[in-house]
């Protein structure tokens, strides 16, 4: 979320009708403004100068815009952004799904219009934060709205990015659960939280945990650190212990785009190099990547199925140190 003098600084870019008028604007030119393309309505009577919408050094500068121009047009006083609208106001991890619609949630009462919606709920006083001119909704009420109406996988997944930055704690997210126990998506918000977890570090991490689970499989320790004589091998994704399973969930951005100055080829280089370490000691490794979350799903699952049922191999020595927070990884 910005800064509240962020927000100062773009709230003048809006000029309202009355505002233009009387700094000496006449209607003809006003019309002329807009009909040349020079000056945008974003609201009725609420304009902004078109090169001001550039992303410039911001992408996210026309949404902003918008929503200050939203704000101003509603002057609802009692409503406060929610839902999607907040999350990405709060800088969370959205679905590819979520549409450009601003959504508002006020106690006094509902309302759609062109390009948002505002929904009637309750907002206790520690539920809204403010931003300037901006109310939203706390990041723990934003993240429960958003797991109430999205799907399980991209709700985990949201909540997972949330509690690995650290923006909110589970006892956080129980509260805002406690506050409103018969609102329509309450159950689904209840089990998006329940397995939600703070170590997963990229969103193939939670769709795999997600399906994982749901489809019946052991639930997996998540982060563990692989020691085999005395060094830090690895640090896998998932850990089934009982068959010494090694889960490793692989985004083409690992090997296209890697940080810490590697090049692919190292990354490749040092991933065949611990997993022939693991595989060593009886580890056996499966490699994940965003195909089998989704039409490779069935086949993903009845390999995992093969591997728990075949003999665990002979076992060298290691250790499986599970890590007690997700660390998240450089931009």
Aim: aromatic share 6%.
């Amino acid at each position: 979320m910005p800064a509240a003098r962020q927000l100062d600084d773009l709230s003048p870019l809006l000029v309202s009708r009355a505002e233009a008028l009387a700094r000496g604007r006449t209607p003809d030119e006003l019309r002329w403004l807009l009909r040349t393309g020079r000056w945008t309505a974003l609201r009725r009577g609420l304009y902004v100068p078109v090169p001001e919408l550039a992303p410039t050094t911001d992408p996210h500068r026309r949404f902003w815009l918008e929503a200050l121009a939203l704000e101003r047009h509603l002057s609802r006083p009692t409503a406060a952004f929610s839902h999607a609208t907040a999350a990405r106001m709060w800088g969370f991890a959205l679905s590819s799904e979520v549409g450009a619609e601003l959504r508002l949630t006020d106690p006094a009462g509902a309302r759609r219009g062109r390009g948002f919606r505002i929904t009637q709920a309750p907002l206790a006083p520690g539920e809204v934060r403010t931003a300037g001119p901006i109310r939203l909704t706390s990041p723990a009420r934003t993240l429960v709205d958003c797991a109430k109406e999205w799907s399980e996988l991209d709700a985990v997944a949201l909540l997972d990015d949330a509690l690995l930055s650290g923006k909110v704690r589970l006892p956080a997210l129980r509260e805002a659960l406690d506050r409103a126990p018969r609102r329509p998506g309450a159950p689904a918000a209840v089990r998006a939280v329940d397995r939600a977890d703070g170590r997963a570090e990229s969103w193939l991490e939670s769709a795999w945990r997600v399906r994982h689970i749901a489809a019946g499989l052991p639930r997996p320790q998540l982060q563990v650190e692989i020691w085999i004589d005395g060094r830090l091998v690895k640090v896998v994704d998932g850990w089934l212990p009982e068959a010494a399973i090694a889960i490793e969930c692989d985004g083409r951005v690992k090997y296209e785009r890697p940080y810490r100055n590697r090049t692919p080829a190292q990354v490749l280089w040092d991933e065949k190099r611990a997993e022939d370490a693991m595989r060593s000691v009886g580890i056996r490794v499966i490699r994940v990547v965003a195909d089998d979350v989704g039409t490779g799903w069935p086949a993903l699952v009845a390999r995992t199925r093969r591997e728990l049922a075949a003999p665990v191999p002979r076992l060298g020595a290691f250790r499986a140190v599970p890590r007690a927070v997700g660390r998240r990884r450089p931009a």
